[in-house]
């Protein structure tokens, strides 16, 4: 864990939009669309919400630096 650094967890729990609003965005796109062919068409309907809502102007308070510490711990799913 990175010292001095919120955690993933803790980063998006409070500011102008809670995380679940974000969650709530995601699985909307999922349960809209049912089933997926392949892991990679998930994803990139999972990537494409959440861009939406980035460009949308909500945001949810530290979520970059949250996303940051995610490519951090997980580089595998980040560099596809």
Request: glycine fraction near 6%; charge should be positive; include cysteine.
């Amino acid at each position: 864990h990175l010292a001095g650094t919120p955690s993933p967890r803790q980063s998006g729990t409070t500011g102008r939009i809670p995380i679940e609003s974000l969650n709530r965005v995601i699985r909307k796109t999922t349960k809209t669309r049912g089933s997926f062919p392949t892991d990679d068409a998930a994803t990139k309907l999972i990537y494409l919400a959440i861009r939406s809502f980035e460009k949308s102007g909500r945001c949810v308070r530290e979520w970059v630096a949250a996303r940051n510490q995610f490519a951090i711990l997980y580089p595998e799913r980040f560099n596809r």
